[in-house]
């Protein structure tokens, strides 16, 4: 008879104690949905990327493990660091999990402010971390940069800033970010730059400076701007010597070869001026738009610097838009709001035609 250990024998006790992050994203596939609901681009990627898939495929490789051959110049190339700066990695989460299983073990301190990212957290747990949450403050949501600085001391083994965050769409300035990377690095704390929306806001990243700062550690997805989120397709960036550390916690051939394919069509100049055209449609065409309709019609919403804004909403709005075959993302946390995504021009006669409804709906 097969003899059967106790859960305490079997798992670390910070797994025990923790929960699941189980995201929303089950029966999106196959409907006719407008998908505001995860940060998605909302439009197939760019032809290219399609057709070097079905190039791959057509080839009959899917039986070899994966070559990355010139990935990392090509991806390097597009972000504007060296070669040797980069990991490429399983979206932007298997970097926030490299990272913080390379500088976080049982007991360490992690400082990241709330709410933001759940898998910053559920990384930081995973490795039994006690986490300092310093909340963002007021109804727009402002970065806690005192109370960030106040708790960077030593013992402290890794500061997380999301920028701009999720779900709030708050900024963090430039001047701000490196005041904290500086403070962190003086007392040997390490800084994760989470900049997974780096194409909608380029203003703020914090790239060229990790040559100056050996503490600085940042994570990029190419699945909002690319459109290939189910890719998983992410990238870390930081100095080289870190990178060479990060790569012994990194599996040799865990980024799939579908992904890679997909992301070496970045050498192509009409892909790359497909995300910047998607990018300027979202940034400059529709945002103004839903933000002069949230104003006029007295919408309370967290100013963003993102492509997506969160509004103060009842949780009826997210069945009625449901209902309408458009998805939002309703949140418990901050209570009592929901997050909702910029689409294209089109998308959002569609979303604004439907939230004047239920504006009228519940007047």
């Known amino acids: 008879m097969q003899k059967i250990l106790p859960r305490s024998n079997l798992f670390r006790k910070p797994i025990l104690d923790m929960y699941p992050y189980v995201a929303p994203l089950e029966g999106r596939m196959g409907k006719d949905y407008l998908r505001l609901d995860f940060n998605e681009r909302t439009i197939p990627p760019h032809p290219r990327v399609l057709e070097e898939l079905a190039r791959y495929i057509d080839k009959g490789n899917l039986e070899l493990y994966p070559e990355y051959g010139n990935l990392n110049e090509i991806i390097a190339n597009y972000i504007g660091v060296d070669t040797q700066e980069i990991v490429p990695t399983v979206g932007s989460d298997q970097g926030i999990d490299i990272i913080t299983r390379a500088l976080v073990t049982d007991g360490d301190k992690v400082i990241i402010p709330i709410p933001t990212f759940a898998m910053l957290k559920q990384s930081a747990l995973v490795q039994g971390a006690n986490i300092i949450a310093p909340p ?206 910029i689409g294209t021009k089109k998308d959002t006669d569609v979303y604004l035609e439907a939230i004047r409804e239920f504006i009228e709906q519940v007047k």
């Open 136 to 341: 963002y403050k007021g109804r727009g949501y402002e970065f806690p940069f005192n109370e960030v600085m106040e708790e960077i001391n030593p013992g402290v083994n890794l500061v997380v800033i999301c920028k701009p965050n999720n779900p709030t769409g708050t900024p963090v300035s430039r001047e701000q970010s490196e005041e904290i990377i500086k403070k962190a690095a003086d007392v040997g704390v390490g800084v994760l730059a989470d900049e997974a929306y780096h194409e909608y806001a380029p203003e703020f990243t914090v790239t060229d400076l990790i040559d100056k700062y050996p503490n600085l550690f940042i994570t990029r997805t190419f699945s909002k701007t690319m459109g290939i989120p189910s890719l998983r397709a992410g990238v870390i960036i930081s100095q080289k010597q870190n990178i060479r550390e990060l790569k012994k916690i990194r599996g040799p051939y865990d980024v799939g070869m579908l992904t890679v394919v997909a992301l070496k069509s970045l050498r192509y100049k009409e892909v790359r001026e497909d995300i910047k055209r998607y990018v300027n449609e979202i940034m400059h065409v529709s945002k103004p738009v839903v933000e002069k309709f949230y104003r006029e019609n007295d919408i309370q919403f967290a100013p963003s610097a993102a492509n997506f804004h969160l509004l103060s909403m009842p949780e009826k709005f997210y069945k009625f838009m449901k209902a309408r075959s458009i998805l939002v993302r309703p949140r418990s946390d901050p209570a009592g709001t929901v997050r909702v995504s």
